[in-house]
């Protein structure tokens, strides 16, 4: 990948003196540091409903934002166009913002970084494909729900998808960009029998174009497990309350993982001391059955990337390794601030957020067991299959999840659906009560969502299938 490739250079105007004077504007009133970003975003979605398209929608979004870092004092300032004198304002207001009597940090002029890297090659970028195409998955997802059983009264399918040119220039001379596809696919389905509604819901996708929507992607499959989970809910039994063990299955129920544990391994909490793993490196914070790894190198994955929202290339990063834990996931500010290694972590939700530690594709590495000895060792338990949503407390790891699929296990055996179960627990000591890991990873179809100070941000989650010795669950048996 080239500078010279950039649509910022080729479309914007945007010279490599440019950003020699934004980065020396920046760096006027002293700081260590100042990085420039530039993102343009195409953004579509599609929503059909009541077997009709209910909207269709296109966003352009263009800007850049201007950061200087002075010790622990950060400066951010953005412009939504590319005028040079708003951000050369921009970049005032930033070292406004972070000002420092130091001298200031040396500039160096930007060259390219050499990105030989590219984990996400598709045949054409989503902001290229004609809309009639995106429009038939819809339609295919509809009519696959609503011929799975004619319980199924209401399906809502959702596609989006996200075309993203992101260029990034630093006073420390590194300059990169990317080009960033995403698309994903939703289907809800309700079912209804003897005036009781139940609703499923399934997703996927990825950094691709159309072509991810095969296999277990394809949107007959998706719109059929949507349906399925649906009617299972009718047959489904309230959740027994109290104490139990629990088996969670392996994929999307890492959701559970990345909420519970990942965050606080972010850096930032780490270096305030507000999170419950805060000075423990090199002690152990689980069982050693465990293994956790922030993996932003991935192809294709919803969360990977080629670099970081600060240039840095990603990486594959041991968290936690058999129950000891290794390190925290890094950003360049924390990165400086506690000495420790950049990991290529530092994301932002777009031009007008400032980067923070962020996870990408979290997951716990497979075990030696197999899933149905897992299952068999159990007397009386949860199998939890599918989350819908929860609350999470960085400062102690205390989690209230909600179980969208889960079973009984009876003497070894998965026997009635349940409703209305929630896991009540916190991650590090659910971590420390890991019993069995099974040998089937999976991470989920490419549909997860993270939420911090503000900003969302694409990632996935993965997990083989686990036992946790002891969990509270909040029923609904009366």
Not at 86 to 112: C, D, E, M, W, Y
Request: charged letters at 20%; one cysteine or more; a neutral charge.
């Amino acid at each position: 990948m080239a500078l010279s490739n950039s649509i910022f250079f080729e479309k914007h105007g945007v010279t490599t003196r440019d950003l020699e004077g934004y980065l020396s504007e920046a760096l006027s009133r002293g700081g260590d540091y100042a990085d420039l970003y530039f993102e343009y975003r195409i953004n579509h979605s599609i929503v059909l409903e009541e077997q009709i398209i209910k909207s269709a929608t296109k966003g352009v979004s263009l800007g850049a934002g201007v950061r200087v870092i002075s010790g622990e004092k950060t400066g951010y300032a953005y412009s939504d166009d590319l005028n040079r004198q708003n951000i050369l304002k921009a970049a005032r207001t930033a070292a406004f913002i972070a000002h420092s009597s130091a001298v200031g940090g040396s500039l160096q002029i930007p060259t390219p970084l050499n990105q030989e890297r590219n984990l996400y090659p598709v045949p054409a970028f989503p902001a290229e494909l004609e809309i009639a195409a995106k429009i038939r998955l819809l339609q295919l997802s509809n009519e696959a729900a609503r011929a799975y059983d004619p319980r199924i009264k209401q399906v809502q399918a959702s596609y989006v998808d996200e075309t993203k040119h992101i260029l990034i220039a630093t006073s420390d001379g590194r300059a990169a960009w990317d080009l960033q596809p995403l698309v994903r696919l939703n289907v809800m389905c309700i079912a209804e029998e003897n005036g009781q509604r139940q609703s499923g819901y399934q997703g996927g996708g990825g950094r691709r174009a159309l072509d991810v929507f095969t296999g277990d992607l394809d949107p007959g499959a998706i719109a059929r497990e949507s349906a399925r989970q649906a009617i299972l809910q009718l047959r489904a039994i309230d959740a027994p309350a109290g104490p139990m063990e629990v088996v969670l299955g392996p994929g999307w129920p890492g959701i559970l993982l990345h909420e519970a544990i990942g965050h606080g391994l972010e850096a930032d909490f780490n270096r305030k001391k507000t999170s419950a793993f805060a000075g423990l490196v090199g002690q152990k914070v689980g069982s050693e059955l465990c293994t956790v790894v922030d993996d932003g190198t991935i192809p294709f994955r919803r969360g990977s990337l080629n670099m970081d929202d600060e240039g840095n290339p990603t990486h594959q990063t041991v968290l936690i390794e058999k129950g000891v834990l290794q390190g925290y996931l890094q950003d360049r500010l924390s990165s400086k601030l506690m000495k420790a290694p950049l990991t290529g972590n530092g994301r932002r939700q777009s031009y007008d957020h400032i980067p923070l530690p962020r996870m990408t594709n979290t997951f716990m590495m497979s075990g030696d067991s197999a899933p149905e000895d897992i299952i068999k060792s159990v007397t009386k338990g949860l199998y939890a299959v599918h989350f819908g949503g929860g609350q999470v407390d960085i400062t102690s790891g205390k989690f209230v999840f909600t179980a969208s699929e889960a079973y009984l296990i009876e003497n070894g055996q998965i026997t009635a659906p349940v409703k209305g179960a929630t896991l009540i627990g916190d991650g590090p000591t659910v971590l420390r009560q890991v019993t069995a890991v099974g040998n089937d990873l999976k991470l989920d179809q490419g549909v997860g969502i993270c939420g911090k100070e503000g900003q969302t941000i694409p990632v996935s989650v993965g997990l083989p299938t686990i036992k946790i010795r002891e969990i509270t669950v909040g029923g609904t048996e009366k």
